[in-house]
């Protein structure tokens, strides 16, 4: 994206104009005094967007990144469409323990308690962050050593639905790189904003882009202030108190385990509340992995720190074999995701898949639901991830809803199920999210103490391991392999230009008749707001002409009649985030795995072939 170098300057300009830090106001002026006109362009254009993930980026000066500034210029445009939508505005703000977390989110605070907001804090408010304490040359005394309550990020939407709060943000970048961090939205009903609200909020933003008066910078006398008159509220201590009461109480089934295993929260905040969830057992036996047991936002001892990431689990996986322990979980830094690796029948570590984690929880949530209850229930998951659920419900009995991906979808379609008198016990995306009736958004913890009590009921006597159950579980509804990678791009317009190419090859049809071999059987595109599947053509789903995202059900052209439910279904969607097409295949058949296996891995390379050319267009594949 280009700009020019006069509207370059002025940008400067702005930049040095607001921002309080000596050393990254003079970073920008440095670079325009020496005219590098493209790495001013790279900091300071195009300004981060603001969408329904809130905020994520790199930490550097400038306004396409994350930094006080344009942390400033979110917390006042968010707080302003608080203002305007309720009559006693009050916000939860949460954060990590990444580069600059706490001083973001004494930012949001300090800008709230400006507008009169009660703010329920989850943070410290005895060390202020060292960067508030410079710019402010306060009195406050900063210990390195102190703890700085971070939280795990579904605390946020735990304690605005516990508080009845306005809205709430959450600071982190849960699995990303060491210096990115993210500015995490959530609204009233406790769940990530959803459009229109982020663009709501994102107008509101483009108004208020100047900071207000000088007190917003001043940290220390607002947090002081707030404190004299009541409305800054420290409750991290009475929220993660009734976090533990809710998981007693709604997903406690078993209180005891009889059974080792190891944790990790991957550098992260997840061990503190893990290990007070784990009191509710009469008995626990289990080994924290102690390289990465303590929040470290360099995450030193991984590469990326992400559970799903290749090698993620390797400090894991030796402390379990070296204790001969059959169990490793995991949450990632923010303890939203849950992960976990079983020794297999050839005794070797098998990372479980986001699906096959799915699969194994919402068996277990359907065995453990009354029967006649089934009529009355729901499970969900984002159209991206298993239809295994789709074949469960139909053989048991309750009901299946898929969603677009995100947790922001799944939370609030699971919000409008339960106002309308249905049961949501879980909902799951295949991405490792995993979502219980508790709180409307994926929470690792939660998740690690449902799993632990899943491997106690079935797995503690060494009588039945995981594989059988889950070999039992598609014996019965079928066999769903998931084959789930990527297209790297390095011109993100790429995108575009695929999807049109594709859509071109079947024009003027609304969709192909056949891909390679295969025949369509159904065919959505929620880009231009087609569905074969409905009387109208109009997809159920939200329809976003400015995302990418075309779902198909295919089945071979020539079929034996030994399997007549042999099928493949994909999504293809441009990224939110990242310079990829995602691709996510999953292979059905009723007879064996490995009949489900092919057809997903000839399903992967016919889409290869017809539509994604990589050589062709320069992409970078990242097949599983």
């Known amino acids: 994206m280009s700009i020019s170098q006069d509207k370059l300057k002025q940008l400067a300009q702005d930049w040095i104009s607001i921002d309080p830090n000596p050393t990254t106001s003079k970073e920008i002026k440095d670079l325009l005094d020496n005219e590098e006109y493209a790495k001013l362009s790279s900091k300071l254009y195009p300004r981060i967007a603001f969408g329904t993930a809130g905020l994520r980026s790199s930490m550097e000066s400038g306004f396409a990144h994350m930094n006080d ?3 400033l210029q979110a917390s006042q445009g968010l707080v302003e469409f608080l203002k305007s939508k309720f009559d006693n505005p009050s916000i939860v703000v949460g954060y990590d323990h990444r580069y600059h977390s706490q001083r973001y989110g004494e930012l949001l605070a300090s800008v709230a308690l400006l507008k009169g907001f009660t703010v329920y804090y989850l943070g410290s408010v005895k060390n202020l962050s060292k960067e508030s304490i410079e710019l402010s ?3 406050y005394e900063n210990d390195n050593n102190a703890s700085r309550d971070y939280v795990h990020t579904p605390l946020v939407p735990f304690a605005i639905d516990t508080l009845k709060a306005s809205g709430g943000v ?12 993210g500015y995490k939205v959530y609204y009233n009903n406790g769940c990530q904003i959803i459009p229109p609200i982020d663009s709501d909020i994102s107008d509101s933003i483009e108004h208020n882009l100047k900071p207000w008066n000088d007190q917003v910078w001043n940290i220390t006398g607002n947090f002081t202030k707030g404190l004299e008159d009541g409305r800054l509220k420290v409750v991290r201590d009475e929220i993660i108190e009734q976090y533990v009461s809710g998981v007693k109480e709604k997903l406690l089934k078993h209180n005891e385990l009889n059974f080792k295993f190891v944790y990790t929260p991957m550098h992260g905040v997840g061990l503190d509340t893990f290990a007070k969830c784990m009191k509710l057992f009469n008995k626990s036996d ?3 992995v102690p390289e990465q047991a303590h929040p470290d936002p360099a995450f030193p001892t991984v590469s990326f720190p992400n559970p799903e990431e290749k090698g993620a689990l390797d400090l894991a996986i030796k402390l379990a074999n070296e204790d001969k322990i059959s169990l490793v979980i995991a949450n990632d830094p923010d303890a939203d995701r849950f992960s976990c690796a079983v020794v297999d029948k050839n005794g070797k570590y098998k990372q479980l898949t986001g699906n096959e984690i799915g699969f194994l929880f919402a068996m277990y949530i359907i065995e453990n639901t009354p029967r006649l209850d089934l009529s009355n229930t729901y499970l969900l998951n984002s159209t991206v991830s298993s239809q295994i659920l789709k074949s469960m419900a139909n053989k048991d009995g309750f009901h299946y809803l898929d969603t677009l991906t995100g947790f ?5 379609k699971a919000i409008d199920l339960t106002n309308e008198g249905y ?3 879980f909902a799951f995306e295949e991405a490792i999210g995993f979502m219980f009736d508790l709180i409307h958004d994926k929470d690792g913890v939660s998740a690690a103490i449902v799993f632990l009590q899943l491997y106690q009921q079935w797995f503690s006597s060494g009588k039945v391991n995981v594989f059988d159950k889950l070999e039992e579980g598609y014996k019965k509804y079928g066999w769903f392999k998931d084959l ?12 575009n230009k695929i999807f049109k190419n594709i859509r071109e090859s079947y024009s003027p049809k609304e969709y192909p008749i056949a891909i390679g071999d295969f025949k369509v059987i159904t065919w959505r595109d929620l880009t231009v707001g087609y569905d074969s599947t409905t009387s109208n053509t109009k997809p159920i789903l939200p329809i976003d002409p400015h995302n990418q995202m075309i779902t198909a059900i295919l089945e071979p052209i020539e079929k034996s009649n030994k399997d007549k439910d042999l099928s493949v279904r994909f999504t293809c969607r441009g990224s939110g985030t990242e310079p990829k097409i995602k691709i ?5 058949s009723t007879i064996s795995e490995s009949d489900a296996i092919n057809i997903a891995d000839k399903c992967w390379e016919t889409l290869k072939k017809e539509w994604f050319k990589p050589k062709e267009y320069g992409l970078q594949e990242m097949k599983p």
Do not use: C, F
């Open 286 to 288: 289990y080994t924290v």
């Open 137 to 139: 040359q306060s009195k």
């Open 423 to 425: 049961k949501v016990p």
């Open 408 to 412: 922001k979808w799944i939370g609030n």
């Open 584 to 588: 996510y295949v999953e292979g059905k």
């Open 170 to 181: 959450m600071i982190t970048a849960s699995h990303n790189p060491a210096n990115d961090n």
């Open 69 to 71: 500034v344009t942390v």
């Open 484 to 495: 789930n990678g990527y297209y790297r791009l390095n011109d993100l317009s790429l995108t």
